[in-house]
Nanobody
Framework: QVQLVESGGGLVQAGDSLRLSCEASGGTFSSYYMGWFRQPPGKEREFVGSITRSGDTTYYTDSVKGRFTISRDNAKNTVYLQMNSLKPEDTGVYYC?????????????????WGQGTQVTVSS
């Protein structure tokens, strides 16, 4: 099972950009579909977006479309989440996750490997 470690979180102001990274180890990274989720304060974990194994297709929740971009570098075993035009409602703990079955799912239960999360706080 692949191990995942996120980095890049922090405190930013509304309108700023931030790029999160998620580095994988212990598995064949290119065989995994990758997803990003977030958990706002006091709320349940929610889907942000996902990417196919080759990186040719992405899928986003409506609230981040046009602002967030997921990419991956299989040579570096890393998936990225570029977040632009950040809003206070983007605040939360961001997690990357991996599964071998599909990228086209918003269900956290479809992912079987998770990172520890990285905090993103957007001030108004």
């Amino acid at each position: 099972q692949v191990q995942l470690v996120e980095s890049g979180g922090g405190l930013v102001q509304a309108g700023d950009s931030l790029r999160l990274s998620c580095e994988a180890s212990g598995g064949t990274f290119s065989s995994y579909y990758m997803g990003w989720f977030r958990q706002p304060p006091g709320k349940e974990r929610e889907f942000v977006g996902s990417i196919t194994r080759s990186g040719d297709t992405t899928y986003y929740t409506d609230s981040v479309k046009g602002r967030f971009t997921i990419s991956r570098d299989n040579a570096k075993n890393t998936v990225y989440l570029q977040m632009n035009s950040l809003k206070p409602e983007d605040t939360g703990v961001y997690y990357c996750a991996a599964n071998r079955r599909t990228y086209y799912t918003v269900r956290a239960t479809d992912y079987n490997s998770w990172g520890q999360g990285t905090q993103v706080t957007v001030s108004s």
